[in-house]
């Protein structure tokens, strides 16, 4: 019923609005200007239901006229989100180039709209919006404390209206472009978030229960962090009491603080995730990404960087099915670039997953890139022989016929390490050597680490170790750089089989 109302209210002021203008307040700004789009405010409907003209300001795109769009001929409305440092210029200019990079003549600037929305914090004040040291923010300009934008807090300015989440204005985008009279052609409507804007369409997606006629995708594009879907994590957890606290999982969420989503969250863990499994997600991996920003120790429990959680993360929550075109399947790209959102739309993948994925509203969509789906929920531990990287498997049989069982991180290396023993730790490492001697002083099972280490056992101790994925196990074995030897706190392992654990 609240929900019904709501809608309809969005709906008249979205018929009320005539075409190009946007009918939100000009919020003057010193903002950069780029090509082939224009800065564009628009209106957000106000929660409280006084009249506060709440102002999002976007890069909304051109036609290839250099003019502003026409809404009929639009079919595909691409809503990007930026990252931490806040720049919605760069993502709008960098989705353009990547539009252009398109070969099927039909999709262009006038069949595609790109906006990119800008959620404001206070570091933008005197620049995105006017400030007054007396009185703070004096426009209707909604700006959001910190990065609290990327998990759907409530504003923050203006004072009169604060009730605003950054997730409600991810629903009226939709709600805009989803509307039939202003846009009869639009056949798609694409969420893409980079880095913390992949973040937020990551947790966007579990939250909202936006309808739309339209299908709507969610690329989620190298996060360095995500809401978990359940209450457990693949690592330790034992240094960090609130690891699941939102926005890293839904415990004390009201506080974080949210009001967009509490109902369903106050359902619990299964129905979160079945809202998610409804949504299409398309996951974007740029593979030489092994960088890592957290703030706090939550992330940490998910993985040591970007390049582990996000592995950890579809072997928990697996992709839904194999088959992209099917109804909200899930696709999941391997890119071999670094951390750059750019070089991300760019990409073959990107091109697809942005652009040409069902732009004909005839659910033709290409399949995974760099690295076919190995199995329904996909493989956490790729098989390197199909990827652009250095081969990380290993056929060898090594001293007491020890074999490569795989990278498994060590949580506790100054408290309990994965395998007891440190037998020596220089710069000769190589496997070779690290099984010989292990073997040589009676144990059955090897490690190298970090590149100089070697360490031996007969058991793992499964408090500090847990398998992940062969590409947090890249550093060269200084002995021999043909070879690796393990990461910082994860161990290339051997032993005679499957390792014995304790
Ligand atoms: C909202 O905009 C209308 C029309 O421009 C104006 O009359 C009204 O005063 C504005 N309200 C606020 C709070 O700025
Ligand atoms: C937008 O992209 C073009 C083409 O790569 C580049 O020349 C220009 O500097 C970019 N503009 C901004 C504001 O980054
Ligand atoms: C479907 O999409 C793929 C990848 O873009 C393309 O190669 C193929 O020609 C398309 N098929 C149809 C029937 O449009
Ligand atoms: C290694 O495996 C071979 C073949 O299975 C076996 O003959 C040999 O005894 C094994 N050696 C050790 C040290 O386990
Ligand atoms: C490293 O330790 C191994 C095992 O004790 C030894 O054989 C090797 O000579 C050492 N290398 C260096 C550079 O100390
Ligand atoms: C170095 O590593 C490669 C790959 O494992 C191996 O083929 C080669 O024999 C190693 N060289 C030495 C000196 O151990
Ligand atoms: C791994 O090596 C780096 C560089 O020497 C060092 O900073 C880090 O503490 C080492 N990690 C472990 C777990 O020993």
């Given at each position: 019923m609240r929900l019904l109302a709501r809608l309809s209210f969005l709906a008249c002021s979205f018929l009320s609005a005539t075409a190009q203008q946007y009918a939100g307040d000009t919020i003057s700004a010193f903002l950069p200007t780029i090509s082939r789009a224009e800065v564009a405010f628009f209106r957000i409907p106000d929660p409280t239901g006084a009249d506060n003209n709440l102002t999002l300001i976007n890069y909304y795109s051109h036609g290839t006229n250099g003019q502003r769009i026409v809404e009929s001929n639009i079919q595909r409305a691409i809503i990007v989100i930026h990252g931490l440092l806040r720049d919605p210029w760069n993502y709008a200019n960098d989705t353009l180039n990547a539009l252009e990079k398109v070969t099927d003549p039909n999709i262009n600037q006038d069949s595609v709209a790109v906006i990119a929305p800008y959620f404001t914090s206070g570091d933008d004040k005197g620049y995105a919006y006017p400030w007054s040291s007396t009185q703070g923010s004096t426009t209707n300009a909604l700006v959001w404390k910190g990065s609290q934008w990327s998990a759907g807090a409530n504003n923050q300015y203006p004072r009169a209206s604060t009730d605003t989440s950054s997730f409600t204005v991810l629903d009226t985008l939709i709600q805009y472009f989803d509307d039939a009279t202003l846009f009869p052609n639009l056949k798609q409507i694409t969420i893409v978030g980079h880095s913390m804007g992949g973040q937020m369409a990551q947790r966007y997606a579990v939250l909202s229960t936006q309808q739309s006629n339209t299908p709507v995708t969610h690329w989620v594009g190298n996060p360095d962090s995500y809401a978990w879907l359940s209450t457990d994590r693949p690592l330790s957890t034992a240094d960090c009491?609130?690891?699941?606290?939102?926005?890293?999982?839904?415990?004390?969420f009201t506080d974080y603080p949210m009001t967009y989503g509490a109902d369903l969250v106050a359902q619990g863990r299964d129905v979160l995730l079945s809202n998610y499994q409804s949504k299409q997600i398309a996951y974007g991996r740029a593979t030489l990404d092994h960088g890592d920003d957290s703030?706090?120790?939550?992330?940490y429990s998910t993985g040591e960087d970007r390049n582990e959680r996000f592995f950890y993360y579809i072997k928990a929550f697996g992709p839904s099915c194999d088959d992209p075109s099917g109804t909200n399947c899930d696709t999941v790209d391997y890119i071999p670039v670094t951390h750059d959102n750019g070089q991300m739309f760019g990409s073959s993948a990107g091109l697809a997953r942005l652009f040409t994925d069902n732009f004909y509203g005839d659910g033709n969509k290409s399949y995974d890139f760099g690295y076919p789906r190995q199995q329904s929920g996909d493989?956490?531990?790729?098989?390197?022989?199909?990827?652009?990287?250095?081969?990380?498997?290993d056929t060898s049989t090594y001293a007491g016929n020890l074999t490569y069982q795989g990278c498994w991180s060590n949580q506790y290396p100054e408290t309990a390490q994965a395998l007891p023993t440190i037998l020596y730790d220089n710069s000769s490492n190589t496997r070779q050597l690290c099984t010989s001697a292990c073997v040589g002083a009676g144990f059955t099972i090897a490690g190298v680490q970090n590149t100089t280490q070697c360490l031996c056992g007969d058991t793992l101790n499964s408090q500090s170790a847990v398998l992940t994925v062969d590409s947090q196990c890249l550093l060269d074995c200084p002995g021999n750089s043909s070879e690796f030897c393990g990461g910082n706190a994860r161990l290339s392992l051997f032993s005679n089989g499957f390792p014995a654990q304790s």
């Amino acid at each position: 019923m609240r929900l019904l109302a709501r809608l309809s209210f969005l709906a008249c002021s979205f018929l009320s609005a005539t075409a190009q203008q946007y009918a939100g307040d000009t919020i003057s700004a010193f903002l950069p200007t780029i090509s082939r789009a224009e800065v564009a405010f628009f209106r957000i409907p106000d929660p409280t239901g006084a009249d506060n003209n709440l102002t999002l300001i976007n890069y909304y795109s051109h036609g290839t006229n250099g003019q502003r769009i026409v809404e009929s001929n639009i079919q595909r409305a691409i809503i990007v989100i930026h990252g931490l440092l806040r720049d919605p210029w760069n993502y709008a200019n960098d989705t353009l180039n990547a539009l252009e990079k398109v070969t099927d003549p039909n999709i262009n600037q006038d069949s595609v709209a790109v906006i990119a929305p800008y959620f404001t914090s206070g570091d933008d004040k005197g620049y995105a919006y006017p400030w007054s040291s007396t009185q703070g923010s004096t426009t209707n300009a909604l700006v959001w404390k910190g990065s609290q934008w990327s998990a759907g807090a409530n504003n923050q300015y203006p004072r009169a209206s604060t009730d605003t989440s950054s997730f409600t204005v991810l629903d009226t985008l939709i709600q805009y472009f989803d509307d039939a009279t202003l846009f009869p052609n639009l056949k798609q409507i694409t969420i893409v978030g980079h880095s913390m804007g992949g973040q937020m369409a990551q947790r966007y997606a579990v939250l909202s229960t936006q309808q739309s006629n339209t299908p709507v995708t969610h690329w989620v594009g190298n996060p360095d962090s995500y809401a978990w879907l359940s209450t457990d994590r693949p690592l330790s957890t034992a240094d960090c009491p609130t690891y699941d606290n939102y926005r890293s999982g839904y415990s004390d969420f009201t506080d974080y603080p949210m009001t967009y989503g509490a109902d369903l969250v106050a359902q619990g863990r299964d129905v979160l995730l079945s809202n998610y499994q409804s949504k299409q997600i398309a996951y974007g991996r740029a593979t030489l990404d092994h960088g890592d920003d957290s703030d706090d120790c939550a992330p940490y429990s998910t993985g040591e960087d970007r390049n582990e959680r996000f592995f950890y993360y579809i072997k928990a929550f697996g992709p839904s099915c194999d088959d992209p075109s099917g109804t909200n399947c899930d696709t999941v790209d391997y890119i071999p670039v670094t951390h750059d959102n750019g070089q991300m739309f760019g990409s073959s993948a990107g091109l697809a997953r942005l652009f040409t994925d069902n732009f004909y509203g005839d659910g033709n969509k290409s399949y995974d890139f760099g690295y076919p789906r190995q199995q329904s929920g996909d493989d956490p531990y790729p098989n390197p022989s199909l990827v652009n990287t250095p081969p990380v498997t290993d056929t060898s049989t090594y001293a007491g016929n020890l074999t490569y069982q795989g990278c498994w991180s060590n949580q506790y290396p100054e408290t309990a390490q994965a395998l007891p023993t440190i037998l020596y730790d220089n710069s000769s490492n190589t496997r070779q050597l690290c099984t010989s001697a292990c073997v040589g002083a009676g144990f059955t099972i090897a490690g190298v680490q970090n590149t100089t280490q070697c360490l031996c056992g007969d058991t793992l101790n499964s408090q500090s170790a847990v398998l992940t994925v062969d590409s947090q196990c890249l550093l060269d074995c200084p002995g021999n750089s043909s070879e690796f030897c393990g990461g910082n706190a994860r161990l290339s392992l051997f032993s005679n089989g499957f390792p014995a654990q304790s």
